[in-house]
């Protein structure tokens, strides 16, 4: 009669989409999972049909588990895939007085791609621990684990559950981290307490049926041994509860959507726990508007500003202060071009002046001393003669051009090719400073006074 009951229970809580049935040794097994990894092995239990004798595959639709995990990302494909591959690499272990258990948590994973939908299939090692079952089991709603983030609460939460007709448990502190698979993450105890316990604490608080209070038990200083307090909280989470969620999902993934190009996933899902929808829309809608207008450098940054902005309620107003104020910008640019453009003229002329002014001063010494023009050539072919000759006398010759109006290497044929400028006049001015050095610092002197005004470093008078 009692186990008559007991089947016909284990029957409707297999129905139940939202309750499943654990084996203990499975919640106090050792492994290690993301959360989301742990929601979809859960949807996955709640999945079989627990009252029969063998499971053939489990399939779960990619909406499905979209909906069950809470990942809202227009790349959830690829992101479950890459998941369920990890999830499938992950190793359950459990060992007590009469058996040891080594094995997957899931033996293979098939994605129907133009179907959209997972085939699951649970290992063989792992089956009598999930049908069948008779004794050593838990039952709780995996509603109370959806809003969880941290893998710890929702493994907390399942101990809480399966020793909530005791209200008290104890376990040893390296046994939770073996059993978490933490044990070389939080080697430091105050760090295991604040990132591990205390957080699970936190969210089981703010989001599950159940929470614990602890107390630690010490060998000397050290604390060796937690005893946890289960406690029943005022919240229950309800179909009605679920609703809520699937909406939020998609008003998130319609945000996503809009703004994919610019702004991450999680900075969308910050959006929505700090303002909310009709804002987030309004201020996201009005972004893209301006940003198909052009003059917005950076869509992310803007689209940060006009989603924080509450009272975005005239979008023609705000559109007149943003081009007035892209039309001042536009002006200040242009006039601040116009100014460097001026600057930069003033710059030229000067050093066009002082070369100038430079070539007239040659050009009087040259014309004084005759003879001056036909030695400077003649030192200019003898450096070019040498076996490494200067660079600059090598260009200058080639620079020389013969001309027919005048006698070869005449005075007049120097003077024309000083005129021309160049490399050739280079080095004619790079001679006469060496020999007549006082008459040029003379004359950058007098432009010194020029050149400041007009911003000329001293150095760009040579």
């Not at 702004?263 to 508007?289: D, M």
């Not at 290497?409 to 790079?430: C, P």
Request: proline share 2%; aromatic share 12%.
């Amino acid at each position: 009669m009692e186990e008559s009951k007991r089947e016909k229970a284990i029957e409707a809580i297999s129905k139940d989409p939202n309750r499943i049935i654990k084996t203990n040794p499975i919640i106090n097994a050792r492994f290690d999972i993301t959360t989301v990894q742990m929601k979809v092995f859960l949807k996955i239990i709640a999945s079989i049909d627990q009252s029969k004798d063998d499971i053939s595959e489990v399939q779960i639709s990619v909406g499905e588990l979209q909906k069950f995990v809470g990942r809202t990302s227009k790349n959830i494909h690829k992101y479950l895939q890459e998941e369920l591959v990890k999830l499938k690499q992950r190793n359950i272990f459990y060992e007590d007085e009469n058996i040891r258990l080594d094995t997957n948590l899931l033996s293979s994973i098939i994605y129907y791609k133009k179907q959209g939908y997972f085939s699951f299939e649970i290992p063989k090692a792992l089956k009598p621990f999930l049908l069948q079952i008779k004794e050593n089991f838990t039952v709780f709603d995996i509603r109370n684990m959806l809003f969880l983030e941290s893998i710890y609460a929702m493994r907390l939460y399942e101990y809480c559950k399966e020793f909530e007709r005791f209200k008290h448990f104890e376990i040893d502190v390296e046994e939770i981290k073996e059993r978490f698979g933490i044990a070389d993450r939080y080697k430091n105890y105050f760090d295991f307490k604040l990132k591990v316990i205390n957080q699970a604490r936190t969210e089981l608080m703010k989001n599950s049926e159940l929470y614990f209070d602890f107390d630690e038990i010490k060998e000397g200083k050290k604390v060796v041994r937690l005893r946890f307090t289960i406690i029943k909280n005022n919240k229950e989470v309800t179909k009605d509860t679920i609703e809520i969620l699937k909406e939020v999902d998609e008003k998130v993934l319609e945000i996503i959507d809009l703004v994919k190009m610019y702004v991450s996933e999680s900075t969308v899902n910050t959006w929505f726990e700090k303002y909310p929808y009709e804002q987030i829309k309004k201020g996201v809608v009005y972004s893209l508007n301006q940003a198909k207008n052009g003059g917005i450098k950076d869509v992310g940054a803007y689209l940060q500003k006009m989603v924080a902005t509450t009272d975005l309620f005239d979008p023609s107003e705000i559109i007149k202060q943003e081009q007035k104020k892209k039309r001042e910008q536009e002006k200040a640019a242009l006039v601040q071009k116009e100014q460097e453009l001026t600057i930069e003229n003033a710059k030229n002329k000067l050093k066009a002046e002082y070369y100038d002014a430079k070539k007239d001063l040659s050009v009087r010494i040259l014309t004084k001393e005759d003879e001056l023009s036909k030695r400077i050539l003649a030192q200019l072919k003898t450096e070019n003669e040498q076996e490494y000759k200067p660079f600059l006398s090598e260009m200058a010759l080639k620079n020389y051009k013969s001309n027919e109006k005048f006698e070869a290497e005449s005075l007049d044929e120097f003077l024309f090719n000083v005129d021309e400028g160049g490399s050739f006049a280079s080095y004619v001015f790079d001679y006469l400073q060496n020999k007549y050095g006082n008459a040029y610092q003379k004359l950058r002197q007098e432009f010194l006074p020029k050149a400041s005004r007009v911003g000329v470093r001293n150095d760009e008078l040579v």
